[in-house]
């Protein structure tokens, strides 16, 4: 992890933040995320990061959610349990027993029921309080299949319910590096982008790094980008409150 703050501190970056994928119970979705023993031990290391590194630059402890109809309790408590600065919150799968992908490759169903059932849960867990931030907004685009003017309605009244809830939407650059995007873009796309200003949603830039090469992947696009929509608010964390970015 360490090699991911030094990137950062060589980009000139002001703050870093960790969100590594949250433990679910009963083993769901258990190969992209850590185990409910390892929390501990991840918070642990970002703190130690955090002395380590001050005055050099910020390093936030972060945990990106994942949203599951039913586990509410099992999350609120996970959420409670550590200092975090902000929650990441995801929708990854479109069941309860984590084994439909949002973004599923192979998908062969309508593209009306993919984003609809997205959106919905997008919506659930918005309105659950449980996170401070949202998650790569239009990710299912990631099987091939983008969305259009049908999915305008549902997009919206995502939007609007973002509002509502006084959370912020993460510009997500990792799709700069997803081959299966039909070309480089963010999540999620400009005008989806241009939408959520207008709304007055607050904005997180974060290049979602798998690795310490992608620390920062595209900021400099992203701030040529923002300085575009004269409106657009930047916010960080500490301690789940958003602070100027
Ligand atoms: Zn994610």
Not at 9 to 24: M, Q, Y
Not at 193 to 206: M, S, T
Request: glycine letters at 6%; proline letters at 4%.
């Amino acid at each position: 992890m360490e090699e991911f703050v030094e990137r950062a501190v060589e980009r000139g970056l002001k703050a870093i933040g960790f969100a590594d994928h949250n433990p679910l119970p009963r083993g769901l979705g258990a190969n992209v995320r850590m185990k409910e023993a390892e929390l501990d031990d991840y918070v642990k290391c970002v703190l130690d990061l955090r002395r380590q590194y001050e005055g050099r630059i910020e390093v936030l402890l972060g945990l990106e959610m994942d949203y599951v109809e039913g586990l509410e309790d099992y999350l609120t408590a996970q959420v409670a349990g550590q200092p975090w600065d902000y929650i990441i919150g995801s929708i990854h799968y479109l069941d309860a027993e984590c084994t439909q992908i949002s973004w599923p490759r192979n998908f062969t169903g309508e593209t009306a029921w993919l984003y609809s059932r997205y959106f919905e849960l997008v919506r659930k867990m918005v309105r659950s309080g449980l996170c401070d931030v949202v998650a790569h907004f239009d990710v299912p685009k990631r099987s091939g299949r983008a969305h259009t003017e049908h999915q305008t309605g549902d997009i919206t009244r995502t939007l609007k319910e973002i509002v509502r809830a006084g959370i912020c939407l993460e510009i997500n650059t990792s799709g700069y590096r997803h081959p299966e995007l039909r070309r480089p873009d963010t999540y999620p796309t400009r005008t989806i982008i241009a939408e959520a200003v207008a709304l007055g949603i607050p904005l997180a830039v974060n290049s979602d790094a798998h690795t310490p090469e992608d620390v920062g992947l595209k900021f400099d696009e992203m701030e040529r980008l923002l300085a575009r929509h004269k409106d657009a608010r930047l916010v960080s964390f500490r301690s789940r409150r958003q602070v100027a970015a």
